[in-house]
């Protein structure tokens, strides 16, 4: 097994970016739509601050990842394209904002993150409850997927969470183990574990999802997926990191198709219930999809059996 090299070491140079990483330029009266419900109701999106390749098409289609607490984080991950540093007080009508443009939107499936805000005592986790509830109570045919950071991992926070009943609750672990220091910094590896079994625990529909490409070997990529499955996840999410700035970690290779075909596989034999596994693929992408339980696996099944 090969030992990660000196991230953005100023010799290395920079890998040519292939084809298969195009994408579509935002265009559409869909994304003007959205582009104007985001600006009208000063709300952050993931799909912005995280450099998303995909939010043309998903803003096209009238859908969009909102991002609750503010758009500074408390930790430094990095791979991560969100700003570090000191937060805004808390916003708490942002919930009510939140649950209003979801319903102009029309949505039937919205999906909502947050940074990181370590520096409150409760994590968030009170503007998280509030925010779901706020959303299901404007918006009651609308399913929700929400994508939270791991609370470290404290049972009475990650409770709030479980409280609201989303319908999918999503926490990712990023990378491997040997890696989560460098790429998470402040993250633990089976902290972010621990907090996907209290959720599952708890009954929810869980999932993660980790992003290649940072010098990771294969057979780490596995355990990883063992691990997860270990944790009774659900669903997971397989992309390719795409490094937002020069200040950020540098991509040590960029993994084929084909390889995430086979991971996809993988992942299906190992029992997961969904896998999402592409060059594009980031943890919104098609969530729609990853609500519905056995639909991911049934339609594997199907194309393994030629049907």
């Not at 009954?203 to 997860?228: C, F, H, N, W, Y």
Request: net charge negative; charged share 25%; aromatic share 6%.
């Amino acid at each position: 097994m090969t030992e990660l090299p000196v991230l953005n070491e100023a010799a290395e140079p920079k890998i040519k970016k292939p084809d298969w990483l195009r994408v579509k330029l935002p265009i559409g009266e869909d994304y003007r739509h959205v582009r104007s419900l985001v600006d009208t109701h000063k709300l952050h999106t993931i799909c912005e601050s995280g450099n998303c390749p995909n939010m043309g098409e998903c803003w096209g289609e009238g859908t969009a990842t909102f991002m609750i607490l503010g758009n500074i984080c408390t930790r430094s991950c990095g791979f991560c394209a969100v700003a570090t540093g000191r937060p805004e007080p808390v916003d708490w009508d942002e919930p009510q904002r939140v649950a209003e443009a979801i319903n102009l939107m029309k949505v039937k499936h919205a999906v909502v993150t947050s940074v990181d805000r370590d520096e409150i005592a409760d994590g968030g986790s009170i503007i998280w409850f509030n925010t779901i509830k706020a959303i299901k109570a404007l918006n009651p045919s609308t399913t929700l997927e929400t994508l939270i950071p791991d609370f470290k991992a404290e049972a009475a926070n990650i409770q709030r969470i479980i409280d609201a009943a989303p319908e999918v609750v999503s926490h990712n672990i990023e990378t491997v183990e040997r890696l989560t220091r460098q790429v998470r910094i402040q993250a633990k590896y089976w902290r972010s574990m621990e907090t996907l079994r209290i959720l599952k625990k708890g009954g929810m529909r869980t999932k993660s999802g980790i992003m290649l490409g940072l010098g990771e070997a294969k057979e780490e990529v596995v355990q990883t997926m063992q691990d997860l499955r270990d944790s009774e996840v659900d669903v997971i999410t397989i992309g390719q990191y795409l490094q937002p700035s020069k200040k950020h970690l540098q991509v040590q290779r960029f993994i084929h198709p084909d390889e995430f075909k086979e991971l996809r596989e993988i992942g299906y034999e190992m029992g997961f219930d969904y896998v999402e596994s592409g060059p594009l693929v980031r943890s919104s992408y098609h969530s729609d999809k990853h609500v519905i339980a056995g639909w991911g696996r049934n339609k594997w099944l199907e194309e393994k059996n030629g049907n």
